[in-house]
């Protein structure tokens, strides 16, 4: 019984650290103005936290870097990069991106 109460305490905590730390924000912020610099800085937060979940998944085979021509996810990758850069789209390089991991992984 000491070990569900526990759980349960734990899993009251960590909602409430994060219901705190998504909701302040919004309570501080609410109804001001941001500095343009700001808005700026944040427009890019969306783009670092993509790469920095993407990094891992293109850079690295079974935890050790390969940046070789073996590394078919990174070409998908470079590919669906260019198509995005190229269209501003978000579907077809992530369908351009599929599709080359699918065929290379099919020979």
């Given at each position: 019984?000491?070990?569900q109460?526990?759980?349960?305490?734990?899993?009251c905590?960590?909602?409430?650290?994060?219901?705190?730390?998504?909701?302040?924000?919004?309570l501080?912020?609410?109804?001001?103005?941001?500095?343009?610099?700001?808005?700026?800085f944040?427009?890019?937060?969306?783009?670092?936290?993509?790469?920095?979940?993407?990094?891992?998944?293109?850079?690295?085979?079974?935890?050790?870097?390969?940046?070789?021509?073996?590394?078919?996810?990174?070409?998908?990758?470079?590919?669906?990069?260019?198509?995005?850069?190229?269209?501003?789209?978000?579907?077809?390089?992530?369908?351009?991106?599929?599709?080359?991991?699918?065929?290379?992984?099919?020979?």
């Open positions: 019984m000491d070990g109460i526990g759980i349960f305490c734990t899993i905590a960590m909602a409430a650290v994060t219901y705190v730390t998504r909701g302040a924000p919004l501080v912020l609410s109804g001001r103005t941001l500095p343009p610099s700001v808005i700026r944040l427009s890019h937060v969306p783009a670092a936290v993509l790469a920095a979940l993407a990094a891992p998944a293109l850079f690295l085979q079974e935890n050790h870097l390969q940046l070789g021509l073996e590394n078919l996810t990174l070409w998908a990758g470079l590919a669906a990069l260019a198509l995005a850069i190229k269209t501003r789209g978000f579907f077809g390089p992530v369908a351009l991106g599929m599709a080359i991991v699918a065929v290379g992984r099919l020979f």
